[in-house]
């Protein structure tokens, strides 16, 4: 063999691995959509909940808290994505952050178990509430990019970013965690030696997803480092590309565009045969 047929057979051997883009272009658009509804659902139920306006309400008259029918389906809904989330992150396009996900998934499972069985219903609708603010904005940079608009998918992830510091980096950390930590004790009363250990591993659990925001806060730094030196190319979360070839989820090079008109109609074969014709 030549060296120029080994160098098509590795292109075509590297095209083969990577995920196309018309798969990632499906999955964040249905993830965007149910996120983009949830979040207003959730502002609607909140709407006429006192504990939206006070958190300490949250704890108010605890453990006889009734739950509406609202709050009950938008708890069910929720859990069942999230248990999706789970499995989907072995067959969707795996990350760097593969483990990160899981270990989130899995706090968020466990956090609204405890807090349904333990009926802190209340403080849970919130930190829904709050973590799905931020995630649209990215779902709907990612499909901006994915179709080649450039300056909106710029726009929307400034957004998101500005989004995510309100919410995951403040509103979290300084009137969710501090009311589980500090209003709940007053709220509650004196504390049970079975209550104690419950309200320490719900605190503990928050504290992990915390910790998971700082981390993806620093991925997303570095995602706006490049768009700020003009060199929005690759998704720093993505690991199923090289970085000298690759595009990321949000950001992505324009040969791994797709056509929204014909991408439904190719095969993914004819995808990685087209680019290996034209890269030879």
């Not at 063999?1 to 098509?8: D, G, I, L, W």
């Not at 609607?44 to 739950?67: C, N, R, S």
């Amino acid at each position: 063999m030549t060296v120029r047929q080994v160098e098509r057979w590795f292109r075509i051997r590297r095209n083969q691995e990577r995920t196309p883009v018309f798969k990632k272009f499906c999955e964040s658009s249905w993830r965007g959509l149910f996120y983009f509804f949830i979040f207003w659902y959730g502002v609607y139920l909140h709407l006429d909940k006192v504990w939206f306006y006070e958190t300490m309400q949250a704890w108010a008259g605890w453990p006889h808290h009734h739950i509406t029918n609202d709050v009950y389906w938008y708890y069910m809904i929720e859990a069942a994505f999230y248990i999706s989330l789970l499995f989907s992150l072995f067959t969707d396009n795996k990350r760097k952050d593969f483990t990160e996900m899981v270990i989130h998934h899995v706090a968020t499972l466990l956090l609204m178990f405890m807090s349904w069985t333990n009926n802190f219903v209340r403080i849970g609708t919130l930190v829904l509430l709050v973590h799905d603010a931020v995630d649209f904005w990215m779902e709907s940079a990612k499909v901006a990019k994915y179709l080649g608009y450039d300056k909106l998918c710029e726009r929307l992830f400034f957004i998101f970013m500005v989004v995510w510091v309100l919410t995951r980096m403040i509103l979290f950390p300084f009137r969710i965690i501090r009311s589980t930590m500090f209003e709940a004790p007053t709220g509650i009363g004196i504390p049970t030696v079975g209550w104690c250990t419950m309200w320490s591993v719900y605190n503990f659990l928050l504290c992990i997803l915390q910790v998971l925001h700082i981390i993806w806060f620093y991925y997303i730094c570095l995602i706006a480092k490049d768009a700020f030196r003009g060199q929005m190319e690759k998704d720093s979360r993505s690991s199923s590309e090289s970085a000298s070839d690759s595009g990321g989820d949000i950001l992505e090079s324009k040969e791994n565009r797709i056509d929204p008109i014909k991408a439904p109609t190719q095969s993914l074969n004819g995808v990685v045969s087209a680019k290996v014709k034209k890269m030879s």
